[in-house]
């Protein structure tokens, strides 16, 4: 029976060794929340890292841990001290982390984090193997495991692999920084799904994969080789019911059930009953603001002076990754920075700042989101930031006001909250003054549309959204096969073609016989399609044509000598037999001087492109450009080229980072159904991967074998993924004696 198979770095559970016995709890993050709906009951199986070294599990232990993990539905992966060093604190946390959050100045690029990084994603990978089958669904989480997916696939084409990843992806110029960003990518590609918090996130991911691997990318979806990978946002929510509950009891406790916190909350609440309280709630990050938002407060009380003694920020400061040096200086700048302003600013009374620096038990969270007037949040970038979705979760009367950064990714679905810009401090203050004298009517207008929002779109449907998604990316995927040129269906075509009396064949050039080249003249044909082509020419009663859109004084250099059958120019000229080139159709040509000059300045704009000229058409090229401003340069192109050639009986094609213009009359299925009337064929066969060839395509007889290659719309019956399939399919041909 098919089984989820879950992946992160760490295990939802943690595992507390005492006296020789091992004891498992189930962890209460976000992550082991929100994967509750997916990992249940006994057809599911999360694999990670235990939390516990090698070095600090004793050997007596091992099968008792397992065991532990297994009534848990988990699986371990066994990590060293120095693969923990390297993996996570090293590549995870100093090169990727600090880059993906925009602050390159803390990327470090060392070569033996990477290899050690490469080396416990492997491991993942190979955790996965073990356990899975074709049909399992794999679902892959974060950016400590962006190499897993193709690792699995190398060795499981056919399964179903979804990616997550949990924090921001950076704009294309930051990561193309990275050294090993071509790998990374190739890594996430693995995928069937990819899955970012905001379609920001994944606009910046498509942008880099085109630039960097010049890969084809059509809205959302990639075209890699024999797959299509789809990529999509999924803003990931809270367990809304659970806050908002606990919330609710909370208000109904009387004093003696009130926590420690929350009596001293309400100590100081009733010494200055018109006092705000402000909130401030992160792990201790360089990437969360605290220090920037410490000064922040310092400004807006130098600016408005007459809320001193009025107001509060209460800031909880949860430790983390307090070996990396940046944290540990972080940590001693907010230090000073809450001492510094404390000390000038309080008075016998009042302390402008308090300030925890620990984790903090989630019925005290309840107190603190409960108590707050004001949740003052400014990450300056943040993935998605689940603390401003808690805050109104848990405000039950709906009141309560939302300062949020507009650099965290919940900002994009919390337009109702006041957002701001954390690097302003004069906005941040005036904001601040806002909040402050909001009315409560309109602070409960605000909540309502959050909190109804937040309990539509919670963590739970995040899980099984994406769940759906890839499951239907798979269902996708079968539609496409059941088009495909497989094996079975290539040899209906054999026997078609053993039993033909007489065979017409078209092979287009350029992305069918030859891939693309960045330069048109270096697509030269190699030895191994010349011995192709003989063998499929020399045949009986086979007649075998190139039909390219090439010109003809590259053909003639490169096949006349050949004597094979050409059609050239989209079918202006034909060669048979080895004969010199005739025209095929009658051209007029003195339409070129008009358009030169304009395909001549989008030359002059456009860095690296170029104007190829064939005998009867002109062909702009833009290959070598930058993929986005080529794309843009085309689609203006084509509205000027529209205009101006309205009445010259003349097309504009657009082919695969080429736009050519020719005469109306020529195209390849004209050309085609030339040479198919004048012998009586029965078998007709016909490939190609351009949209100049979708003339052929359609043109042909019904019965022909059409074949596209590569996943586009076509007209074609048939299609194969790329040009080592085509090699095949005419290796099949050839072997026919």
């Keep these: 029976m098919a089984k989820t198979i879950i992946i992160s770095n760490r295990l939802p559970v943690q595992l507390q060794i005492s006296n020789g016995s091992i004891t498992a709890i189930p962890s209460v993050g976000g992550l082991a929340t929100g994967m509750k709906s997916v990992h ?41 001290q120095k693969e923990v060093d390297g993996f996570y604190y090293g590549f995870s946390n100093r090169t990727v982390w600090p880059l993906f959050h925009y602050f390159m100045e803390y990327s470090e690029f060392e070569w033996e984090s990477w290899e050690i990084y490469k080396s416990v994603n492997q491991k993942f990978a190979d955790a996965i193997l073990e356990k899975a089958e074709d049909d399992d669904v794999i679902w892959v989480h974060d950016y400590q495991l962006m190499l897993v997916p193709q690792m699995v696939r190398e060795k499981r084409p056919n399964v179903s692999i979804g990616f997550f990843l949990h924090i921001p992806f ?13 790998e990374v990518l190739s890594g996430l590609l693995g995928s069937d799904l990819i899955g970012f918090h905001t379609y920001d996130y994944e606009r910046h991911f498509l942008s880099s994969v085109r630039r960097l691997l010049g890969l084809e990318v059509s809205f959302n979806d990639i075209y890699l080789d024999d797959r299509v990978i789809k990529v999509d946002s999924f803003p990931m929510g809270i367990d809304y019911k659970k806050f908002n509950d606990a ?27 018109d006092a705000k309280f ?35 920020l209460i800031i909880l400061a949860v430790p983390s990754r307090s070996n ?36 903090m038990p989630f019925d005290n969270l309840i107190d603190l989101y409960t108590t707050c007037d004001i949740a003052w949040l400014t990450p300056i970038r943040d993935g998605m930031n689940l ?58 207008q605000r909540n309502a549309i959050l909190q109804k929002r937040l309990e539509r779109y919670n963590v739970e449907k995040w899980a099984n959204d994406f769940m759906t998604s890839l499951l239907n990316q798979k269902e996708k995927d079968l539609t496409y096969i059941s088009r495909r040129l497989s094996v079975d269906l290539m040899n209906t075509v054999m026997k078609k073609y053993r039993k033909a009396k007489r065979r017409l064949v078209f092979l287009d050039y350029d992305g069918t016989l030859s891939g693309f080249h960045n330069d048109p003249q270096k697509a030269s044909p ?92 002109l062909a702009w090229h833009y290959r070598n450009t930058d993929p986005d401003f080529g794309q843009k340069r085309a689609v203006e192109l084509n509205t000027v080229l529209t205009s101006l050639i309205a009445n010259d009986d003349l097309s504009v094609l ?47 007889p019904e019965d022909s074998i059409t074949v596209k290659v590569g996943r586009q719309k076509t007209q074609a019956k048939y299609f194969v993924d790329n040009t080592k399939n085509v090699r095949d399919i005419l290796g099949r041909f050839a072997d026919m004696h």
């Design 526 to 617: 190699d030895e191994e399609l010349y011995k192709l082509l003989d063998e499929i020419s020399s045949q009986e009663n086979t007649d075998m044509y190139l039909i390219s859109g090439r010109d003809k004084e590259t053909f003639t250099k490169w096949f006349l000598p050949k004597k094979y059958n050409m059609i050239v120019e989209h079918g202006v000229w034909i060669s048979q037999g080895g004969e010199e080139f005739r025209m095929l159709e009658n051209v007029k040509k003195d339409w070129m001087e008009k358009i030169h000059p304009v395909l001549d300045s989008f030359v002059d704009r456009t860095p690296g492109s170029f104007i190829e000229e064939k005998n009867y058409s």
């Design 387 to 444: 603390v401003a979705k808690e805050y109104v979760a848990t405000r039950t009367d709906k009141t309560g006001v939302l300062i949020l950064s507009e650099m965290a990714g919940s900002a994009n679905e919390m337009n109702e909250s006041m957002l701001i810009n954390p690097n302003n401090f004069e906005q941040i203050a005036d904001t601040l003054d806002k909040a402050i004298n909001m009315p409560k009517k309109e602070q409960q």
């Design 654 to 700: 657009n082919g695969n980072k080429v736009m050519e213009i020719k005469s109306s009359n020529v195209n390849k299925g004209r050309a085609s159904m030339r040479v198919y009337s004048e012998q009586d064929y029965d078998f007709v066969f016909a490939i190609g991967d351009d949209w100049t060839d979708e003339f052929m395509f359609q043109e042909l």
């Design 40 to 80: 249940s009951g006994g057809d599911s199986l999360w694999i990670g890292w235990s939390g516990l070294t090698d070095e600090e599990i004793p050997e007596e232990l091992i099968s008792k841990i397992d065991s532990a993990l297994a009534e848990h539905g988990s699986s371990k992966v066994n990590l060293s």
């Design 324 to 359: 990396v040096p940046q944290y540990q200086l972080l940590k001693k700048e907010i230090d000073e920075l809450v001492g510094r302003i404390n000390g000038e600013l309080s008075t016998v009374s009042w302390t402008p700042i308090w300030y925890f620096y620990r984790s």
């Design 278 to 312: 402000f909130l401030s709630i992160d792990r201790l990050d360089y990437t969360k603001g605290i220090a920037k938002r410490l000064n922040a407060f310092e400004y807006f009380l130098t600016k408005y002076p007459q809320y001193k003694e009025k107001v509060r």
């Design 247 to 273: 919330a609710k009891e909370h208000a109904q406790r009387d004093e003696s059930q009130k926590s420690e916190l929350q009596k001293r909350l309400d100590t100081h609440k009733e010494s200055t009953p």
């Design 170 to 182: 950076p704009s294309f110029e930051i990561f193309r920084t990275l050294p090993w960003r071509k």
